[in-house]
């Protein structure tokens, strides 16, 4: 399988709660609306929690700014990968993803790319 990793900070004009409800209860139903046409085996939003912990652990090793959360799209191949992509249909699904995300992810400070997962302990 591979993955599409997200690492998501939102608009400076939202706050946390803001972005986290509309990734949550607007943007995810989109996803899922368009999972079949694009080939989404699985997708997983990871919300960042504003805790003391989360700011002691970026302290400490003397870290950037916390991402807002991160985002998670599998596909069971780079083939699967490339073909959602591959019909008119597939594209105007990402052209309407992408027109959604405008509205509360910063592109700028939200880096994404493509990667293979190697599991090292599984539960």
């Known amino acids: 399988m591979v993955k599409l ?15 986290q409800r509309y990734w949550r209860e607007t943007h995810g139903p989109l ?6 046409t694009l080939r989404i085996r699985r997708y997983v939003q990871v919300h960042t929690l504003d805790t003391s ?4 652990l970026r302290r400490s090793r003397n870290g950037a700014e916390p991402y807002d ?4 799209l ?8 490339a073909a959602a992509t591959a019909t008119p249909e597939g594209r105007e699904a ?30």
């Open 5 to 19: 990793i997200y690492c998501l900070r939102r608009l400076p004009e939202l706050s946390r709660e803001e972005f």
């Open 31 to 36: 996803v899922r609306r368009h999972a079949k």
């Open 53 to 56: 912990v989360n700011e002691a």
């Open 94 to 123: 990402v052209r309407e993803l992408v027109e959604d995300e405008r509205r509360f992810i910063d592109f700028a400070r939200s880096p994404l790319w493509v990667a293979r997962e190697y599991p090292v302990i599984e539960g």
């Open 74 to 81: 599998w596909w069971d191949s780079e083939e699967e990968f």
């Open 69 to 72: 959360g991160v985002a998670e």
